[in-house]
């Protein structure tokens, strides 16, 4: 039987407390089949206790910037930073995941594919990390026209497509019924001074053919992982992103718009 | 003699190569728009195309013309805009160009903001809030103090430069600062830490700073001295190397002689690739010196990132 309704999971940054949670709430939903698109380690505590999850609930992964680094041991995360204070922060998660993943996963991730396409409710689906073309595109919002997307749908020939590369969730409608969507991410909330993380929820909308997207917000026990963070000796600025909801590192690639809406 | 015009260079410097590896127009990512070419209030000693208030090599585009470009430039799907010149505030339509620009796609202005006015900023603003797009503004200064930026850009640039940040920063701007490299390498990290300063001075609590390499053509020929007979691009450079950093690869200008292939080289004439968008998307030879510099520090004229320091 083909599922009605699939559950997509973002970057999960090592948030094994949120992907549990997740887990739960999507199959409390309803979804029959699970997705995440990529970007399993980095930023939080103990990299190894997600994959298990991942692999006991058959969630099919697909590959992001931070799995393909881990995986081939490369010297930095790919994320391309440039500023030396964003540059630091991201060397210490960096180190830090690549110390604590086992070779046994380390080679697992550096199967997974770059992208994923499933069929829904008539449409075809197109699951990615950065975009189609990259797994390191950073699609933002306020930079990404509408034209370009449109481009996209033609080009890599889907009705949807969804990324989540660059952390933050939106979505945005796109001619002849078509869409995109970043689906937000697991390992940290969205920069707007909420604790929660989201995913999205995908369902086929009955009788005619088509998809809803909803970004759905997850409340997880975000005290206990920062605690565990703590416990790591991860950077205080890490753990205070967890507890207050503002992103405190890595803002150079945020454009203003985006910018603006944090705190920092 | 107009000042502007480029004296007497060395013959290597500035000689073509005859022949260089092709980069294809992967997909027009960027539309750039020359709004007023090479004319510019200030005439830094750097600049690349030689801007001056007197050098109308390349002229001013009317809105009409830069609405005609933005209707192709959808058709191509592209993803985002620049507007550059000289110096864009010295179109008096430039307000009307950036808000039809920001009802389909997100644009980044470059302007060295000694010319920005209250009803100017004010009616950005209210472009870019009714819009779903940003609004980057880019403003350029060469050094952390009048001292430093000064000699390069004209005397008063500093203090003019960071009152039009303040003036942004009024506007709920959060404008980046661009400074070409000009100092040196070992100095870096002083240097930042005191654009840092400057910016905090003028109240800016999210500084953003992007650092470009000098491209050693037009003015700036005199100031460094040019190129070096090594200083080219061939075929086995490219070798296992990301294309994607070039911005030829992805991007394309128009001034008002037609379609060239890369901000950089307007001022060459075999940048011109022809009058219509279309003309442009052949494939371009890396002929040029300058060429050189891209392909050793990468992805130099977007926004998000700069050159990093390992960069010589
Ligand atoms: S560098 Fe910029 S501000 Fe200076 S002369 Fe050239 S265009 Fe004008
Ligand atoms: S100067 Fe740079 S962007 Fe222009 S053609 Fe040469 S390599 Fe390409
Ligand atoms: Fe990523």
Not at chain 1, 29 to 54: I, K, M, S, T
Not at chain 2, 107 to 133: H, I, K, M, W
Not at chain 2, 140 to 158: A, L, Q, V, Y
Not at chain 2, 209 to 223: C, F, V, Y
Request: charge should be negative; hydrophobic fraction near 35%.
């Amino acid at each position: 039987m083909r599922p009605e309704r699939v559950a997509v999971f973002g970057g999960i940054y090592s948030n094994h407390l949120a992907l549990e949670a997740a887990l739960e709430d999507a199959g409390a939903r309803g979804a029959q089949a699970l997705y995440c698109l990529g970007d399993l380690g980095g930023f939080g505590p103990h990299p190894d206790r997600v994959f298990p999850l991942l692999r006991e609930a058959d969630v099919k992964v697909v590959q992001g910037n931070y799995d393909h680094a881990i995986g081939q041991g490369l010297a930095d995360c790919q994320c391309g930073y440039t500023d030396p204070r964003d540059n630091h922060f991201a060397r210490i998660s960096y180190e830090y995941t690549l110390r604590n993943t086992s070779d046994r996963w380390r080679s697992w991730m550096r199967e997974l594919p770059p992208e994923r396409r499933i069929l829904l409710g008539g449409k075809r689906v197109l699951m990615c990390h950065g975009s189609p073309r990259r797994t390191n595109e950073f699609l933002w919002e306020s930079t990404t026209s509408s034209d370009f997307l449109d481009w996209l749908t033609r080009e890599y020939e889907a009705d949807v497509i969804l990324a989540t590369h660059t952390g933050l969730y939106w979505r945005r409608e796109l001619q002849g019924g078509r869409a995109f969507a970043n689906v937000g991410v697991l390992g940290r909330p969205a920069n707007d001074g909420r604790t929660e993380v989201e995913y999205a929820l995908l369902s086929a909308s009955g009788d005619r053919p088509g998809v809803d997207v909803e970004i759905v917000s997850l409340g997880y026990d975000h005290e206990r992982l920062a605690r565990e963070m703590q416990d790591e000796d991860l950077p205080a600025e890490f753990v205070e992103t967890i507890l207050t909801g503002w992103w405190t590192t890595c803002l150079e690639a945020l454009p203003a718009k985006e910018r603006r809406r944090g705190r920092h | 003699m107009n000042s502007a015009s480029s004296p007497a260079i060395s013959a290597e410097a500035s000689r073509l190569a005859d022949s260089g590896p092709a980069i294809a127009l992967e997909h027009l990512d960027a539309l750039w728009l020359q709004v007023t070419g090479t004319v510019c209030n200030l005439r830094c000693a750097h600049c690349f195309i030689s801007c001056a208030p007197d050098n109308d090599t390349l002229g001013f585009l009317s809105l009409e013309t830069v609405i005609g470009w933005l209707e192709l430039a959808r058709r191509h799907g592209v993803k985002e805009y620049y507007v550059t010149g000289g110096e864009p505030f010295m179109h008096s339509d430039l307000p009307g160009m950036l808000e039809a620009i920001l009802r389909c796609g997100p644009v980044t202005v470059l302007t060295n903001g000694t010319l920005f006015t209250e009803p100017v900023l004010t009616r950005l603003a209210a472009a870019e809030a009714a819009s779903d797009y940003s609004l980057e503004l880019r403003v350029s200064i060469d050094g952390p103090s009048p001292e430093t930026n000064d000699p390069i850009r004209g005397e008063g640039t500093f203090e003019r430069a960071m009152e039009g940040i303040r003036k942004l920063l009024g506007h709920g701007f959060l404008p980046i600062l661009t400074a070409a490299r000009v100092w040196d390498l070992a100095d870096e990290e002083t240097v930042r830490e005191q654009f840092f300063a400057a910016l905090r001075d003028v109240g800016c609590e999210r500084p953003r700073l992007k650092i470009l390499p000098s491209l050693r053509i037009g003015r700036e020929t005199l100031r460094t001295g040019g190129y070096d007979r090594h200083h080219l691009v061939t075929e086995e450079m490219l070798d296992s190397y990301d294309r994607a950093q070039l911005l030829c690869s992805n991007s394309r200008i128009v001034t008002s002689r037609g379609a060239h292939v890369c901000p950089i080289l307007v001022d060459h004439p075999d940048s011109l690739m022809g009058p219509t968008l279309e003309d442009a998307f052949r494939p371009f030879e890396l002929r040029h010196r300058a060429c050189f510099t891209c392909w050793h520090h990468g992805a130099i004229c977007s926004n998000h990132g700069d050159i990093g320091r390992n960069a010589t």
